[in-house]
Each structure stands twice: as C-alpha cells, then as structure tokens.
C-alpha cells in the first residue's frame, strides 16, 4: 500500500516547455487535489476533482490543467511553464466525505529557468 | 501563533519540554479541523483532527484544543523530542458540501537537544 505517490520527484525546466506531473494513489479515494507550495505564502491550491471523469479550479488556476481519466490518477500540466511557477507541488486525496482527511503526497520540485 | 508574512513564526524548545502550538482559523462555520507535521521536503504529515462538537482531543503525546468562541486551535505536544522538530500547520473545512480545507501558514518548531 503506498498510498499516495508523485512523479518525478525533481524537474527543471527552461521557459517555454511543457510537462506533466502525475499523482497516484491505492486508497480508493475520491477525491484528489493539486497545491503548491511557495515560501511564507503557504499551501495554495491549484485544481481539484471529485470523482473519475470530474475537475475544477481552485484559487490558482491560471496556467494549469488537469485531467481525472481514472480514478486513482490526478494528472497536472503545465502547457508553457514560467519562471513563477516555481514551486513545489503537492498532490493530495480525500475519502469523499466533508470531515475526512486529506493525506498529502511527498512533492515534486519544480524549477522554471 | 500563525501570520501572514515571509517569514514563519518560530518557536524554540528544549527536548523534554512540553510545546504549544497556536493557530486562529478565519471561518465561524468551520466544523473540522486537522493539524498538519511538515518535515523539511517532505509532504505534509496528519498528526490529529477534531470537530466543532468538540473541545478537546488526545492522541499520543499531542492534543488539540479548540475553542470555537474566539476561533482558535492549539497543538500541545508533550515531551518533545528533536524528532518533532518540523513546521506546523492548521487547517479547517467549513462543512457541509465544500471538501476543500483552508491552510495557516504555519510555525516552525526548533527542539533544541
């Protein structure tokens, strides 16, 4: 059970470039969510999904999307990635009910050169 | 206690002492709470959650303490040990349909051996 993965780990990337990170999980959750991480703003989040087949925005959405094909994975792209999208990434998933938990992924660190 | 700004609050503890954490959560409707561990690059870790119905809950070594009349939670951790050592967050779900959580910014937490 390795309940939630992320890949890769590590990336770098001129201005530009495209690239897709990809969350897995084995807990048959229903929920899933992309965050990221910056110095002293905190966890923001990006996009969510409430099911196989179902996303939306979250508070920042600009320059992302993501794609819920299958319920145990929660794909987020960067179609023309920019510098400010440096950060790190975390993907994180729910049960499915308002008071359950969410466990969080170990990240992907993401530089934009 | 939590801020916003660059910069976490901080605070510094001997191993074997008891630490408080603080947090003040912004939604009167919030009816779930959950208090994060972040080691350095690692992903957010759950340690414990409570709900509005409640004032106090114990786990192993920490308990969270909430009081809805001023909207604050606190994180107490008993004999803390260098292994503690880590950022500390709160977050809170408003209920009802909306399974997204709202995130502080977090305190860093120093044991000092």
């Known amino acids: 059970n390795a309940g939630v993965t992320q890949t890769p780990k590590f990336r770098v990337l001129k201005t530009g470039q495209s690239m897709t990170l990809l969350c897995a999980q084995d807990?048959?959750?229903?929920?899933m969510y992309w965050y990221r991480q910056d110095p002293g703003m905190g966890l923001r989040l990006i996009h969510y999904?409430?099911?196989?087949?179902?996303?939306a925005k979250g508070e920042v959405p600009d320059g992302y999307n993501v794609s819920r094909l299958k319920k145990q994975n929660f794909l987020l792209g960067l179609e023309s990635a920019a510098p400010s999208q440096t950060s790190v990434y975390f993907c994180?998933?729910?049960?499915?009910?308002?008071?359950?938990?969410?466990?969080f992924g170990p990240g992907t660190r993401l530089t934009v050169l | 206690g939590e801020s916003v700004g660059l910069h976490l609050p901080t605070l510094s503890v001997q191993e074997g002492d008891n630490s408080i954490i603080n947090c003040a959560y912004s939604?009167?409707?919030?009816?779930?709470f959950i208090w994060y561990k972040q080691e350095s690059g690692k992903g957010p870790q759950f340690i414990i959650d409570?709900?509005?119905?409640?004032d106090k809950r114990q786990g192993q070594r920490v308990t969270v303490l909430l009081n809805k009349t001023v909207k604050h939670l606190s994180l107490q951790i008993a004999a803390t040990q260098p292994g503690d050592s880590a950022v500390y967050f709160c977050?809170?779900?408003?209920?009802?349909?909306?399974?997204?959580?709202?995130f502080g910014k977090g305190t860093l937490l120093t044991v000092n051996p």
């Open positions: 994180a998933t729910q049960a499915g009910a308002s008071t359950d938990t969410q466990y």
């Open positions: 807990m048959n959750h229903e929920y």
């Open positions: 999904s409430v099911g196989e087949g179902t996303t």
């Open positions: 939604n009167s409707a919030s009816d779930y």
């Open positions: 409570i709900r509005s119905n409640m």
């Open positions: 977050a809170e779900n408003s209920g009802g349909s909306n399974y997204k959580l709202t």
